[in-house]
């Protein structure tokens, strides 16, 4: 994987950019996710400021992702029957009211702990309508499917550089306008990505024609397309392996700075900026690439790279070699799920396309609190480093075990990337 970042170009590493819807989105995205981590950081410390308590942050925690995973294939159904464009354009003003309740509660001095699990549960209901349809809506802002992998590797690299500028200007922020001043910039920060989905000029997607099928079958049919088309099912299942293994070692990274290497805060925050380094590293290497060929093979090794840079660091006892393997385990995780979500997004029938995203919501997003779950509750039995370790170990397995699979996948996608223009289509028999 380093080897392969070493060798990037550059040279093509925004080219989707050139397309002017992608490029309103992105440049009204980059403000609005700045404004969403302000609101993660100060809602913690609001929290912990109003109760004290590790748990009640955890249920806050819970509250805010459990209906992304309730919801989402529900939501799937329901986006490939709507125009996606106006569906944004919805959450996104609904995201908005929600900071500013946030915000007007705060700073009048009326917000209590239920105010802000509620306020946390309607996110959440936002959240699954609004993940799996920005994933589904990219496609429909290029002009040129080419540019796909890269428009999903900028989306990332959006996220990223929001999770290193977010949090640090948030204790800034808290510091000199309290909570409800991170609140109200970021309710004034959807306006950006509101005005840029305004502004947006193309050709509607032809939606499919009205079927007789309720949702609850429509719901089936998706599910049932992505477990019979191999590539789909594999995909999702190694994205919640990680997603359920691997992503939980935030949750215990306070401890393993703590117990471990004898840190302090200042020492876990250089740990996730390492981190989010690593990420972008890895984001860069991905948009540098011009097509879609050889992704499921970077699949594997991403995953793999992920579960080294896991045992890495669970068994590091030094604190520059940690922040070496929190960046590799990083970079492996973003570039395995920016190039599981690239491949979906470039072999999925357009008809289910809400669907097949909705469950990958489901497998990225919708598993976290289980696995932050299952994590603590391992850690307290055996520790933090050695369930980290244990994650690490699993990831590694899944990558190999994805590897095995690897000719029938290809088998299965071949034809696909054939009638995509991809690949070339398999020459004609003269009989």
């Not at 004290?52 to 490939?80: C, E, M, N, R």
């Not at 029938?349 to 994590?375: H, I, N, Q």
């Amino acid at each position: 994987m380093i080897r392969l970042l070493a060798n990037m170009k550059f040279s093509s590493f925004g080219r989707a950019l050139k397309h002017r819807n992608y490029r309103l989105f992105f440049s009204g995205q980059s403000i609005s996710l700045i404004g969403t981590w302000l609101t993660r950081v100060a809602m913690s410390w609001l929290v912990y400021r109003l109760t004290k308590s590790a748990f009640t942050l955890g249920l806050v925690g819970f509250a805010g992702q459990i209906p992304t995973f309730l919801l989402a294939p529900l939501a799937g159904v329901l986006i490939d029957r709507w125009n996606r464009h106006r569906v944004l354009v919805v959450t996104q003003i609904l995201s908005m009211i929600q900071s500013a309740l946030l915000a007007f509660l705060t700073i009048t001095g009326r917000i209590t702990v239920t105010d802000v699990l509620l306020l946390s549960v309607f996110q959440g209901l936002i959240n699954a309508f609004d993940m799996p349809t920005r994933q589904s809506f990219v496609v429909e802002m290029l002009e040129s499917k080419e540019d796909l992998p890269n428009a999903i590797a900028l989306n990332s690299s959006m996220v990223n550089m929001a999770r290193l500028v977010g949090p640090s200007c948030a204790g800034i922020l808290i510091a000199v306008f309290g909570e409800g001043g991170c609140f109200a910039i970021d309710a004034l920060s959807y306006l950006a990505v509101i005005y840029s989905l305004v502004l947006m000029k193309f050709k509607p997607r032809v939606l499919a024609p009205p079927t007789h099928k309720n949702i609850g079958q429509q719901l089936k049919e998706g599910i049932v397309y992505a477990v019979n088309f191999k590539p789909v099912l594999y995909l999702l299942l190694v994205l919640a392996l990680i997603s359920i293994m691997g992503m939980p070692y935030t949750v215990l990274l306070p401890i393993v700075v703590s117990e471990k290497l004898h840190g302090d805060a200042a020492l876990l925050g250089y740990l996730m900026a390492a981190s989010g380094l690593g990420a972008l590293a890895g984001v860069f290497y991905l948009a540098s690439r011009k097509s879609v060929l050889g992704l499921t093979r970077i699949v594997c090794m991403a995953a793999a790279t992920f579960g080294v840079g896991l045992i890495g660091l669970s068994l590091s006892p030094w604190r520059l070699l940690s922040l070496f393997f929190i960046f590799v385990a990083g970079m492996g995780m973003m570039v395995q799920l920016a190039s599981g979500n690239t491949i979906l997004q470039t072999i999925v029938d357009e008809d289910k396309r809400g669907r097949v995203m909705s469950l990958y919501t489901v497998a990225v997003a919708g598993m976290v609190p289980f696995g932050s779950l299952f994590s603590g509750l391992m850690a307290k039995q055996i520790g933090a480093p050695l369930t980290i370790c244990v994650g690490g170990i699993s990831c590694v397995l899944g990558a190999i075990a994805f590897l095995l699979g690897l000719p029938q996948l290809r088998q299965q996608i071949r034809p696909v990337y054939q009638s995509l223009g991809i690949l070339p289509a398999p020459p004609v028999s003269a009989d």
